[in-house]
């Protein structure tokens, strides 16, 4: 076999070895309170709100149009503006991180984001839950670029399938994702 295709094996051998990384490790944390039974929660959901500082992307319309497209696939909330239980969500963080650094050397460069939720009893005033999801991604190699742009909606895949327990847990009907 001649040198350069050895090489040119060697070269994509060690890109891939890189890759030995969960896509989205997420870790939840929950403050799960019941709410009253509804056959499907009525909800009313605020535009999420970005506290993360970061420029040059319009984070809080990412996480809202994601949170609304998620809730709506749950099929487990109906969502109007006369909601009784209001959603209203925070981006508390986010790092865009690095494809590259994560191939070098896992843990470095990491893509990270979590979104906090918290429901509302709208008749009451109480707070019914506080939600937190996150995700990240902290290693892999070239597979992983573009992880800043599914970080956020992979944390709200946590926050709602917490909801989705919590309309259980309340006595609503619990259906399946898909």
Same mark, same amino acid.
């Given at each position: ?61 990412? $996480? /809202?149009? %994601? ?7 749950? @099929? #487990?909330?109906? =969502?109007? &503006? ?52 996150? $995700? /990240?991604? %902290? ?7 573009? @992880? #800043?742009?599914? =970080?956020? &909606? ?25």
């Amino acid at each position: 076999m001649p040198p350069r295709l050895i090489a040119i094996r060697m070269l994509a051998l060690s890109m891939l070895s890189g890759c030995a990384a969960d896509w989205a490790h997420k870790q939840s944390l929950a403050d799960l309170r019941p709410i009253a039974s509804h056959a499907r929660l009525p909800i009313r959901v605020q535009a999420c709100i970005d506290r993360t500082g970061y420029a040059g992307r319009d984070l809080g319309r990412e $996480a /809202t149009e %994601a949170f609304l497209e998620k809730l709506k696939e749950a @099929a #487990d909330f109906e =969502i109007s &503006a006369e909601g009784r239980y209001v959603v209203s969500c925070d981006l508390s963080a986010f790092a865009e991180g690095s494809a590259f650094k994560r191939w070098l050397l896992p843990g470095w460069g990491a893509t990270a984001g979590q979104v906090a939720v918290m429901v509302t009893d709208s008749r009451s005033g109480e707070t019914v839950a506080i939600i937190r999801g996150n $995700a /990240t991604v %902290a290693g892999g190699g070239l597979y992983t670029i573009g @992880a #800043d742009r599914v =970080i956020l &909606a992979s944390a709200i895949d946590d926050v709602v399938r917490q909801m989705r327990e919590l309309a259980a847990r309340s006595g609503g009907e619990t259906r399946s994702t898909h």
